[in-house]
């Protein structure tokens, strides 16, 4: 058949220039390996406006030793009678039982305080917290820049913050900036090139800080005012008051919590939380959850990391349409030679000619985009779909998007073709068609980046339809088929669209 005699001569043709075919497989690979060593870890992750604040929790926790020995009591109490009844419950057991629950109760707070520092953190508006495992993870992340600061809780954190107290025995925590960390066994680590952040970090943590350990400390002193020893150390500032009968000096220590009480009526003095210190509501949603951080990637390349879901895919579109210059010197350079002329003397239809150059050009722009995802797999790390799905099934969905691209890119690339009679035109309408396309579509820049109505614009163009369908696959754990089906029938659309016009405009014969 004559077509496929101009097919084979056309690839003959490419084939006896191997450098520009390595060229044109390498260009994108080295754009693409350049990019994804130099772009951050959070290129390619959906954007959060909060802010985020690092920490490591080290704290193991502390329980007072008289709450401790209270509760052991408790427990040891629950040891059953061997007199017990058979089939019910002991009285003595079940009262032993409602005594342990009643002490665990008591023990403040439930959980390490670190914990509760995170939770009020998270419980902020516009605060994400990010949890890092180790110290040693959180020196490195500081060291190389990735984080301005990380809050870091010690071992010993619970127990300093139990013994804070306003009390000439406790723990004076506070100093004139606020909280104190390195009494506390807390620090914050901090990037000295990124000062700035670190101090946003800081101050709120400090605030945080602030809100969790003054009200705990108000509680505990309000606590006292009701106890013997306080109301023995008030009789002997009182003239006569040692005086005072024991009955006496407890109704007179309810009377100064009561009386307290009542002077400040906006406060519950007694409350050890910020809440309920300040008689807030406190949050039922229960703030948003800490997130865990995870290296974004292995190795020199990062291998696996986000970022390569989104440059490969791309970076094979941008390039596909590229190979616009390739056919657009191809027809103008045998224009102006006459090899176009004598073609048409011969008996063969327009049809015929034009598919005859174009086909090889299309299989070569599909070896291309194969070539990227091939080595986007096995070098950067990259899916091809989700993990559930079998290598196969992930072959077989993105096969069309490729061939429904380089498609629509020989379209492209002959409607340039078509419009341009000197090779220097063809370098001009092509770069600049291809980089503004790119540029639109979002090949330069995540469309999630861009404003809404580009995002609108970007499906205007044929690479807009292509990234989208991309996206499906190799980024959306559940994609949407339907999505892709349609991205791929508006790619042959576009190229069938292009090649119609481009059939009105060509000529064959000068």
Same mark, same amino acid.
Not at 33 to 39: E, K, R, T
Not at 250 to 273: C, D, H, I, M
């Given at each position: 058949? /004559?077509?496929? +005699?101009?097919?084979?001569?056309?690839?003959?043709?490419?084939?006896?220039?191997?450098?520009?075919?390595?060229?044109?497989l390498?260009?994108?690979?080295?754009?693409?390996?350049?990019?994804?060593?130099?772009?951050?870890?959070?290129?390619?992750?959906?954007?959060?406006e909060?802010m985020?604040?690092?920490?490591?929790?080290?704290?193991?926790?502390?329980?007072?030793?008289?709450?401790?020995? &209270?509760?052991?009591?408790?427990?040891? #109490?629950?040891?059953?009678?061997?007199?017990a009844?058979?089939?019910a419950?002991?009285?003595?057991?079940?009262?032993?039982l409602?005594?342990?629950? /009643?002490?665990?109760?008591?023990?403040?707070?439930?959980?390490?305080?670190?914990?509760?520092?995170?939770?009020?953190?998270?419980e902020?508006?516009?605060?994400?917290?990010?949890?890092?495992?180790?110290?040693?993870?959180?020196?490195?992340?500081?060291?190389? *820049?990735?984080? #301005?600061?990380?809050? @870091?809780?010690?071992?010993?954190?619970?127990?300093?913050?139990?013994? *804070?107290?306003?009390?000439?025995?406790?723990?004076? $925590?506070?100093?004139?900036?606020?909280?104190?960390?390195?009494?506390?066994?807390?620090?914050?680590?901090?990037?000295?090139?990124?000062?700035?952040?670190?101090?946003?970090s800081?101050?709120?943590?400090?605030?945080?800080?602030?809100?969790?350990?003054?009200?705990?400390?108000?509680?505990?002193?309000?606590?006292?005012?009701?106890?013997?020893?306080?109301?023995?150390?008030?009789?002997?500032?009182?003239?006569?008051?040692?005086?005072?009968?024991?009955?006496?000096k407890?109704?007179?220590?309810?009377?100064?919590?009561?009386?307290? &009480?009542?002077?400040?009526?906006?406060?519950?003095?007694?409350?050890? +939380?910020w809440?309920?210190? +300040?008689?807030?509501?406190?949050?039922?949603?229960?703030?948003?959850?800490?997130?865990?951080?995870?290296?974004?990637?292995?190795?020199?390349?990062?291998?696996?990391?986000?970022?390569?879901?989104?440059?490969?895919?791309?970076?094979?579109?941008?390039? #596909?349409?590229?190979?616009?210059?390739? @056919?657009?010197?191809?027809?103008?350079?045998?224009?102006?030679?006459?090899?176009?002329?004598?073609?048409?003397?011969?008996?063969?239809?327009? *049809?015929?000619?034009?598919?005859? &150059?174009?086909?090889?050009?299309?299989?070569?722009?599909?070896?291309?985009?194969?070539?990227?995802?091939?080595?986007? &797999?096995?070098?950067?790390?990259?899916?091809?779909?989700?993990?559930?799905? *079998?290598?196969?099934?992930?072959?077989?969905?993105?096969?069309?998007?490729?061939?429904?691209?380089?498609? #629509?890119?020989?379209?492209?690339?002959?409607?340039?073709?078509?419009?341009?009679?000197?090779?220097?035109?063809?370098?001009?309408?092509? +770069?600049?068609?291809?980089?503004?396309?790119?540029?639109?579509?979002?090949?330069?820049?995540?469309?999630?980046?861009?404003?809404?109505?580009?995002?609108?614009?970007?499906?205007?163009?044929?690479?807009?339809?292509?990234?989208?369908?991309?996206?499906?696959?190799?980024?959306?754990?559940? $994609?949407?088929?339907?999505?892709?089906?349609?991205?791929?029938?508006?790619?042959l659309?576009?190229?069938?669209?292009?090649?119609?016009?481009?059939?009105?405009?060509?000529?064959?014969?000068?």
């Open positions: 058949m /004559a077509m496929w +005699t101009i097919a084979k001569k056309e690839w003959r043709l490419l084939l006896r220039d191997p450098r520009a075919g390595i060229i044109l390498a260009m994108p690979f080295i754009f693409i390996l350049v990019l994804g060593l130099s772009l951050g870890e959070g290129f390619g992750q959906k954007p959060d909060r985020r604040v690092s920490l490591v929790d080290l704290d193991q926790g502390y329980v007072e030793p008289v709450a401790l020995l &209270k509760g052991t009591v408790a427990r040891f #109490a629950q040891t059953p009678c061997p007199d009844m058979p089939f419950l002991d009285p003595r057991a079940l009262a032993a409602t005594l342990a629950r /009643a002490q665990e109760a008591l023990v403040f707070p439930q959980e390490t305080w670190a914990k509760v520092v995170q939770r009020d953190l998270a902020t508006a516009g605060i994400r917290v990010e949890v890092i495992a180790t110290r040693e993870e959180a020196d490195r992340l500081v060291t190389s *820049s990735k984080r #301005a600061a990380i809050l @870091v809780f010690g071992p010993e954190f619970s127990k300093q913050v139990q013994a *804070s107290s306003f009390l000439a025995e406790g723990l004076n $925590p506070f100093y004139r900036d606020g909280v104190k960390l390195a009494e506390l066994d807390a620090e914050l680590l901090k990037d000295p090139t990124q000062l700035t952040a670190a101090s946003i800081e101050q709120v943590a400090q605030v945080s800080l602030l809100r969790v350990i003054l009200p705990w400390m108000i509680g505990r002193a309000f606590e006292k005012l009701g106890q013997p020893s306080f109301m023995s150390m008030l009789a002997e500032e009182v003239p006569g008051g040692k005086y005072l009968p024991r009955e006496m407890a109704s007179l220590g309810s009377g100064v919590q009561a009386s307290l &009480k009542r002077l400040f009526p906006k406060y519950e003095l007694t409350g050890k +939380t809440a309920a210190l +300040t008689k807030s509501e406190p949050k039922t949603e229960g703030g948003a959850l800490a997130s865990v951080y995870h290296e974004d990637g292995l190795g020199p390349l990062k291998r696996g990391a986000i970022r390569y879901q989104l440059l490969v895919p791309s970076y094979t579109v941008m390039f #596909a349409f590229f190979l616009v210059l390739t @056919v657009g010197w191809l027809f103008v350079s045998e224009r102006r030679q006459g090899t176009l002329k004598r073609l048409r003397a011969a008996p063969l239809s327009r *049809s015929q000619i034009l598919l005859g &150059k174009l086909l090889p050009c299309f299989v070569l722009s599909v070896c291309q985009g194969l070539f990227l995802l091939g080595a986007g &797999k096995l070098v950067f790390g990259m899916k091809w779909g989700p993990e559930q799905w *079998s290598l196969a099934k992930q072959v077989v969905l993105i096969l069309p998007v490729v061939l429904a691209s380089s498609w #629509a890119a020989m379209g492209l690339a002959l409607l340039i073709a078509s419009l341009a009679r000197t090779e220097t035109q063809v370098a001009i309408y092509g +770069t600049l068609l291809v980089l503004v396309l790119a540029g639109v579509s979002g090949c330069l820049m995540p469309s999630e980046l861009m404003p809404e109505l580009m995002r609108q614009v970007s499906l205007t163009t044929p690479q807009g339809w292509a990234l989208d369908a991309y996206k499906q696959l190799l980024l959306n754990p559940t $994609p949407d088929l339907g999505r892709i089906g349609e991205g791929c029938l508006v790619l659309g576009f190229g069938g669209g292009f090649l119609g016009v481009a059939w009105s405009f060509l000529r064959l014969d000068g």
